[in-house]
């Protein structure tokens, strides 16, 4: 069974950055996907970002272009959300997630299989 595990996040301050990483054990990403998702207080979840761990592309939700990027590293098994320009409606927890095979649906939960326990992103005003 695939773990995922989060860290890296935390409190910041509105138009700080943040760099959340997500290492797997018992598994890995090779042969499908990496994906972030977030869920804010009352707010269903929400699809972030995603990466094809074969050949690196990514995919991001379109209101986080150019603030948010997706990015891997093989070696650890990992895969990173940077996120810069941060705003209070950024807060909420942000979950890994892995699956083998959701293209084209990358931005549906369903598809994925294996999820972290979350990391808490709190930005202040």
């Known amino acids: 069974q695939m773990q995922l595990v989060e860290s890296g996040g935390g409190l910041v301050q509105a138009g700080g950055s943040l760099r959340l990483s997500c290492a797997a054990s018992?598994?890995?990403?090779?042969?499908?996907?990496g994906a972030w998702f977030r869920q804010a207080p009352g707010k269903d979840r929400e699809f972030v970002a995603a990466?094809?761990?074969?050949?690196?592309?990514?995919y991001y939700a379109d209101s986080l272009k150019g603030r948010f990027t997706i990015s891997r590293d093989n070696a650890k098994n990992t895969v990173y959300l940077q996120m810069s320009g941060l705003k209070p409606e950024d807060t909420a927890v942000y979950y890994c997630?892995?699956?083998?095979?959701?293209?084209?649906?990358?931005?549906?939960?369903?598809?994925?299989?294996?999820w972290g326990q979350g990391a808490q992103v709190t930005v202040s005003s």
């Open positions: 018992e598994g890995t990403f090779s042969s499908g996907f």
């Open positions: 997630a892995a699956g083998r095979s959701p293209f084209p649906a990358v931005a549906a939960a369903s598809r994925y299989s294996y």
């Open positions: 990466i094809r761990w074969s050949v690196g592309t990514t």
